[in-house]
């Protein structure tokens, strides 16, 4: 389509052009009689106004903080929540002499060194016109006596602030994570997200934990107060108020008498528990032992508090169920179990003969058994039960890692599970890719993938390293059969406004494509185990069905032909208890994972703290003599360690 | 008075310029002069440098004015394309400052690519426009669109929607000086309209939020609505006569932000009124006046696409500024022709008078 331009005639052309010019001249003076209207409306007719505005201009803005949010479990228990205390403020840039007013004012309050040592940090930190506390929390007899003297301290105030509190301390810290002061990169990210004005006049932001992966809702929205003043910067009165709108309330999924008791059961074990609603995914435990006192924290940790606290070699700040990576040991054999019985590795009805040890071809090295003698002739059903390594050491041969890495991960090892935390460990389900990036700054023979590394990666050792939480959540699945919901604390979202609610919904990721008679055959081999298997003796006396596997994890390899003495060890070499279960097991209301560390067999230390757990939240029954549950517990029971490959 | 030999030189300097440019140009840079004394708290740092780069930038519109715009016009399309690439050099070593990357760190100085655009891309439509005058097909404005929205869409993801809208609208003034259909532009205009409900549910909350509070600023009285509230007090305040030189309570109480750049009229209109206001609107009308008058008589298409383009974008800036300092638009960051302190601007600002200067004497000859 060729048509001729109109621009091509000049005459025409200039014609147009002439025309567009006086049309632009029109315009720009149309625009220009708006702006002028716009300075006579601004400066004859609003000039009264603004002229008043500008006297007291000196009107000032004062924010007015909302409420933070509270936290509360699904009963409705509160786990975090705010109280009014006295602080004492200073103002550097109204302050002449600030050591002096500083020496004065110890007179009147008990300021500490540690307090004065963190006024200085925050002083360093803050701008100068900020108020800053120099004593938080003051008694009621320092706030009047403060307060009765404020005309001699011009810049020194007694303000009423609210303060965060977590009432059950130690016990959540993990899950709540906490709140503390608002630092140069904190205010970074805030102008990046361009929040800035939302926090205006704040002094806390959430660090950690549910405080910090909510802090949007928990925060709410900043109010304010146009204040007249007079030329000496005070407020004569409120011309116009904003409300704040307070933050909004968390409701978990968690359930804090089950935490509570989870922790008894714990005593003073390091370890971790994470528990599991398997028709929802909501986090119904979830236990890092041991925990820190987060209150430590909001008001700016002191330097010795801190390195006390992250060189204990308990390592109270790691949030283990999160971010503790562990090989599963046998807890691993169900998923293994799945991926045999999916790629046809064998049958159900298949008998295999499980004898004391296992010996690869053409090697002299011998994988030994748990059990010395052996388990005869078993199924794989059989082999869950009593957790036998060799049936699973042959099972893992014969398969090789291509078949075990695709149906063990759809169960969620290896990954994130998505929950609401952040800094979730991936954790490793090992495979010829992963080894190959894993070692590959190393020489070609060591980032093989060598046949026999698949052998005690069968039995949940060599590569294999899960978290607790990934280990609870594939649990639930299981019990599920195979529904897949991603892992959630928080439940509901209640809109302090309006008083909605908004529904975490429990939302089904997928489905994994299994055949129900798998998914019930492993499951009663775990049920087996609490019958007739290595978790027997905390079977005894199950008002209700229960589906378990104990494992342990290997801290440090044995030599071959040695053996493994836990009490010649040093505590910290010994091995990990784990135990994931559910129950009850024909509609599972709990799947927990557990993981007692260097407290040796599964059956021995954490089996007993879930059948605790399970015996209170389905029956509700308080097990009175804790220590006695334990030693119900012989420590010849269950499974042996396994021994490395190598 | 004056021996020969000065009287030469006089000569020879004058010769190219355009004497009532020059007086008005003269008149405003006088008051930007004394309002910047009073802007930058009574201190000489700030003027030492506007006089400073006021220089080069008249020296540089000197020798442009004594180009023949026929020679200027060869350099659009190097220019242009320098400017594209140092455009994209930006987004891979630009410097960023407050979340934008504008800046091209040359050793002693930096640069901002986007404002070289401000001129090269009208220069290279007008150059466009000329070449293919005798030939011209609808399809040629798909082309001169094309160039358009490229160095636009670099600018854009700086992020600088200011500097984009600004290049967008030189742009569009050769587009349609060069006779750009009526059916077009009203249906360019109908169909941007229409797609601003698609873009409104594409935002980010707080990203419509920020465009609300352009809208109103006291929804956000403590954040960005803050720096308007304040400079409409100032202008409000200032009343029809003026708080009189270096009394603006606003101003010296700092309540006024950036008053020394983008802000600068909200301090002119409090010390000097309505009254004052409108002398600046009549300056910049005579100016633009002037401008229309070397448009009017330009004697090549590129000429008159590139006059028009200068005299408009001109207004452009002073009208957005005024604009949103006054409180009627949206906050974006344009600074006021001759008033607000910035060099590179300014530069810019002077090449296009330059530019319309050489326009103007080819005429002459």
Redesign the interface.
């Known amino acids: 389509m ?2 001729p ?4 005639n000049p005459q025409t ?1 200039e014609e ?3 025309l ?2 006086v049309i ?2 029109a315009l ?2 149309l ?2 009689l ?3 209207a ?3 409306w ?3 007719l ?2 009264d ?3 008043t ?3 007291n ?1 000196r009107i000032s ?1 004062v ?1 007015i903080l909302p409420n933070r949010g509270l936290i509360l479990d699904r009963n409705g228990v509160v786990l975090a929540q705010n109280y009014s205390a006295y602080t004492l403020e200073l103002t550097p840039s109204k302050i002449a002499d600030l050591p002096a007013t500083i020496a004065k004012l110890k007179k009147l309050a008990d300021v500490s060194p540690r307090d004065e040592k963190l006024f200085k940090k925050l002083l360093a930190e803050s701008k100068n016109f900020e108020a800053i506390p120099l004593k938080v929390k003051l008694t009621d007899e320092e706030a009047a006596r403060v307060a009765a003297n404020a005309w001699q301290f011009p810049g020194v105030e007694v303000k009423a602030r609210l303060f965060r509190d977590y009432p059950y301390k130690e016990m959540t810290s993990h899950v709540l994570g906490y709140i503390g002061r608002i630092n140069q990169k904190d205010q970074e990210r805030l102008a ?6 939302n926090y ?1 006049g704040t002094n806390y932001i959430g660090k950690t934990g549910l405080e910090e992966v909510y802090e949007d809702d928990l925060h709410g929205q ?1 109010g ?1 107060e ?1 204040m007249e003043t007079d030329s000496g910067g005070r407020a004569v009165r409120s011309l116009r108020r904003t409300p704040p709108v307070n933050g909004n309330t968390l409701k978990l999924a968690l359930d804090i008498r089950l935490q509570e008791m989870a922790d008894k059961l714990f005593g003073d074990r390091r370890g971790a528990l994470v528990a599991i609603d398997p028709s929802t995914g909501g986090v119904l435990a979830f236990l890092s032992k041991p925990g820190f006192d987060p209150s430590l924290f909001i008001d700016g940790i002191d330097s010795q508090t801190w390195a006390s606290l992250n060189t204990d070699w308990q390592k109270p700040l790691v949030n283990r169920a999160l971010r503790g990576t562990y090989p599963p040991g046998s807890t691993f054999k169900p998923f293994m179990s799945m991926a045999a019985l999916m790629t046809h590795s064998i049958g159900l009805h298949d008998m295999r003969g499980a004898p004391g040890y296992f010996t690869l071809p053409g090697s002299s090295h011998q994988f030994r058994d748990s059990k010395k003698s052996g388990n005869g002739v078993i199924n794989l059903q059989r082999a869950i039960t009593v957790s036998s390594d060799t049936f699973f050491y042959k099972l893992a041969w014969d398969m090789g890692i291509d078949k075990i890495h695709p149906v063990v991960g759809s169960f969620g090892l290896g990954s994130k599970t998505g929950i609401d935390l952040d800094g979730e460990a991936t954790g490793v389900l090992p495979s010829k890719e992963w080894k190959e990036k894993r070692f590959a700054r190393y020489k070609p023979e060591v980032r093989r993938w060598y046949p026999a590394d698949v052998v005690s990666v069968g039995i949940g050792q060599g590569f294999n390293a899960y978290t607790p939480l990934q280990m609870a959540n594939a649990t639930a699945i299981m019990a599920n059969n195979g529904q897949v919901f991603k892992p959630h604390l928080v439940q509901q979202v209640v809109d302090s406004k309006t008083g909605q609610t908004r529904l975490i919904e429990p939302k089904p990721l997928r489905q994994l494509p299994y055949p129900q008679e798998y998914f019930d055959y492993i499951k009663e081999g775990m049920h087996g185990v609490m019958i007739s298997g290595t978790g027997r003796r905390v079977g005894i006396g199950l008002q209700y069905s229960m589906a378990g596997k104990t494992g342990t994890a290997q801290v440090v390899a044995i030599k071959q032909g040695a053996k493994y003495n836990a009490a010649s060890l040093a505590e910290q070499y010994r091995d990990h208890s784990w135990f994931i279960a559910f129950a009850p097991v024909e509609q599972p209301k709990i799947a927990v994972a557990i993981i007692v560390e260097n407290a040796g067999f599964g059956a021995a230390a954490a089996a007993p703290v879930a059948r605790g757990l399970f015996d209170y939240y389905l029956l509700g029954k308080v097990p009175n003599d804790l220590a006695g549950l334990l030693k119900t517990v012989p420590m010849e029971n269950g499974e042996a360690r396994e021994e490395s490959a190598d | 008075m004056k021996s020969p030999l000065i009287k030469q030189i006089w000569q020879q300097i004058k010769e190219p310029l355009d004497g009532w440019m020059m007086l008005f140009l003269g008149l405003i840079f006088a008051v930007s002069m004394v309002l910047l004394y009073s802007a930058n708290n009574q201190s000489f740092d700030k003027i030492d440098n506007k006089l400073a780069y006021t220089v080069l930038a008249l020296a540089v519109m000197w020798v442009i004015a004594r180009m023949r715009p026929q020679s200027v016009m060869n350099f659009a399309p190097p220019i242009y394309v320098l400017g594209v690439l140092l455009l994209v050099a930006v987004h891979f070593k630009g410097i960023t400052v407050n979340g934008s990357t504008r800046w091209l760190s040359l050793g002693v100085t930096r640069i901002q690519p986007s404002e070289i655009l401000k001129i090269a891309l009208p220069m290279m439509l007008a150059w466009f426009f000329q070449k293919y005058e005798l030939s011209l097909r609808w399809w040629h404005y798909l082309v001169a669109a094309a160039l358009v929205l490229v160095p636009v869409g670099l600018v854009l993801k700086q992020p600088d929607l200011g500097t984009a809208l600004l290049i967008t609208a030189a742009g569009f003034f050769v587009l349609f000086f060069a006779g750009l259909p009526w059916k077009v532009i009203f249906a360019g205009a109908a169909l941007f309209a229409a797609s601003l409900p698609v873009v409104w549910n594409h935002l980010h909350d707080y990203q419509r939020k920020r465009v609300l509070t352009l809208i109103d600023p006291t929804t956000d009285p403590l954040g960005t609505g803050y720096h308007i509230i304040q400079s409409m007090i100032a202008i409000g305040s200032g009343g029809p006569w003026g708080k009189g030189w270096l009394n603006g309570t606003q101003t010296h109480l700092d309540y006024i932000p950036e008053r020394t750049t983008d802000f600068i009229f909200a301090v002119y209109s409090e010390e000097f009124g309505l009254a004052g206001n409108v002398v600046l609107l009549v300056l910049y009308l005579l100016i633009l006046s002037r401008a229309l008058m070397i448009t009017a008589s330009a004697q090549t298409l590129y000429g008159r696409l590139m006059a028009a383009s200068i005299t408009m974008s001109f207004f452009v800036y002073a009208f957005v500024n005024m604009g949103m300092v006054s409180g009627i638009l949206p906050v974006v960051g344009v600074p006021l022709p001759f008033m607000s302190y910035g060099g590179t601007a300014s530069v810019t600002l002077f090449i296009g008078m330059g530019m319309l200067m050489g326009i103007s004497n080819l005429r002459r000859l």
Do not use: C, G
Not at chain 1, 5 to 8: E, G, N, P
Not at chain 1, 192 to 197: G, S, Y
């Open positions: 060729r048509r331009s109109r621009l091509k052309e147009q052009f002439e567009r010019l632009a001249y720009i003076i625009m220009f708006t702006l002028l716009r300075f006579v601004l400066q004859v609003q000039h106004h603004f002229s505005l500008a006297q201009n803005l924010p990046d997200e361009d929040k800035t004005t205006k900043v304010f146009e």
